[in-house]
């Protein structure tokens, strides 16, 4: 039976699903098979966002409407029959899962201590635990307005726990932890204290011993974004980037007075509403923006049944601005109101927001204790979700400096900020500081904690062209050619790794593959024992992680070199917690065929035999035999390697590029690289394709190759 526990609250706006998917990305570390289920939805066709983002988040692979139980309607109509059904979709669901988290109902009908009781009965039924979530804001009477809500003390939150332990205790519902969400930020351990307290008091309702954990409120987390917006607004996007619709909102100026009193009111982040007949407030705010000596908006709101003058839409044609610009129809009035009331949530389509809350629900809660409360024992099977997991704690565990030479690009800034919140490394940006901050402010992304470095930097570049100078001197390289070569960005970041002012690099989102690996090449250089630079991707499958090498970087390998990428490859998957059993791919297996390409890895395993006795390698070996046990059998049987393989070297480029892409797109593989191996330091390689996903993964990589560099 899969161990389940219900998240509930005794209110609604106390932010269950930002505790639902920590707690479901928790389970996720150590089991494979997390199902997500919805007893209670206001609709019992599928269409629930929150499942929706939760169930992206679980890798169960369950539409959403199997996962829920019923809807309001079929709840009322007859309460014995509906929970019946509950248990009956909950069973199918927990049928498939190790674990399986509920998500109790939404307050959206009958709000109260009724409420919690229905969750609570549900959780008896279903045999799960509960943990209960208390919020830290008063929200009655004017839900999520921006500014509307007000933080509650410690003692009214021991108050709000004794009446929630109560009414749970009463159903026979067991209490396995309390989260007090959006909490007063300075007074954490105040509240802590105070929930601990009750729960003392309370050991004759089994709440002895009951962890308590205090996420404090984050502002940006709870805030409708411009998207939001103008989705409530029902608005249209005049002009503007479109890119810039997932920022936050954090607050409203009412744009009703002249220019001159207007400026000095903008806010941070905010939506500036200005009347569509205000042209002069609407070119000031503008101009505003463009100058950088005022507060960063995330919208403006043309409001009214006013169609801008001719000439104003040529000078905006002109200007192109990036503020997303919305229209309305609407008055000043109501505009305002449905502004304010635009709601804050969590969606797959906000990847930032969600990878944001994760953060914060790490920092804040102790996973490995979480883990253990619901006995949950982890799996040996490692899902892509899974070695990702373990790729951000190992980089974490040493925080090594990361250098990302492409600050100019989206994509490195919104990865930047993912890895700043999630602690996995510290970075050095390059770029210009002003405008790498600015456009950061604009994607919402916070990179308070990056250091932004000039390629330019009057005090690094002699500095960097002294020493690039000295490498190349027997290339013919002066000093006045290398002060003109380290201000490109690729020499530059190279350089700061090769003196010790960062650890690692990535870049490629916006360069090319040589553009970024020659200057490594040039100043890095290979490490001592390794004759060639070569690749790996990581091959995230369903179940476990394999490397593949080389993917990227050497066209038609010699033997010698092909015994380089086998050791290199080794050493590889050791430093990720992979098993290295090296499989030296040929089209024949054994002595059962002949040939130039086949003598090639025949030699090649032999190589490494010679120089790495102790490392497990079958060579020549085909894919088939390597990767599958009954066809191992059958080929070689005997072998160590054969059906068991985790490292597969390739003959050549040709052969391994189509291999590692067909996999990745027939098998639904995360392909995480390609990471560059034999170098001094850690230098590597974006595709110029790369999600932000891809970039924080190959950061996290980088960390990690950095924390086996000796010191």
Known sequence: MAKSILITSIEGHSGKSLIALGVIDALSRATARVGVFRPVTRASDGTDDVLEMLLSRSGIGLPAADCIGVGYDELHADPDAALGRILERFHAVEARSDAVVILGSDYT???????????ARIAANLGATVLLVLGGRDTAGHGERLGATSARTAAQLGQLARLGIAELAQERAVLSAIV???????????????????????????????????????????????????????GRLARGDEGLLDREVLDVVIAGMSMVNVLPRLIESSVVVIPA?????????????AAGTFPSIAAIVLNGPFVLPEPIERLLDGLGPRVPI????????????????????????????????LALFEQHVDVPALIALLGVARSDVVTPLMFQYELFDRARTQRRTIVLPEGGDDRVLRAAGAVLSGGIADLVILGDEPAVRSRARELGVDLDAARIVSPTDPELV?????????????????????????????????????????????????????????????IIKTRPGVSVVSSVFLMALADRVLVYGDCAVIPDPTSEQLADIAISSAATATAFGIEPRVAMLSYSTGDSGSGAEVEKVRAATQLVRERAPELPVEGPIQYDAAADAAVARAKLPGSSVAGRATVFVFPDLNTGNNTYKAVQRSAGAVAMGPVLQGLNKPINDLSRGALVEDIVNTIAITAIQAQEVPA
């Open 326 to 357: 919305i229209a309305t129809d609407l008055g000043t009035y109501e505009t305002t109101v449905r502004v304010m009331n635009a709601p804050g949530r969590l969606s797959v389509d906000a990847p930032h927001r969600v990878g944001r809350a």
């Open 462 to 522: 002699p500095r960097f062209a002294a020493e690039y100078a000295r490498l190349r001197a027997h290339k013919g390289v002066t000093l006045a050619q290398a002060a003109d070569t380290v201000t490109d960005v690729s020499y530059f970041g190279t350089l700061m790794v090769h003196l010790g002012l960062a650890d690692g690099m990535v870049s490629g989102a916006a360069h090319t593959t040589a553009h970024t690996i020659r200057p490594a090449f040039e």
């Open 109 to 119: 009908d009958v709000a109260g201590p009724a409420e919690l009781g229905l969750n």
């Open 180 to 234: 007090v969400n959006r909490a007063d930020p300075d007074h954490g351990e105040d509240i802590r204290a105070a929930v601990s307290a009750v729960l003392e008091e309370r050991t004759d309702d089994g709440a002895d011993g009951v962890p308590v954990w205090v996420i404090p409120e984050d502002p940006p987390l709870v805030a409708p974004s411009v998207r939001g917006v103008l989705q409530a607004l029902g």
């Open 277 to 289: 007949d205000r042209e002069e407030v609407l070119l000031a705010t503008l101009l505003a923006q």
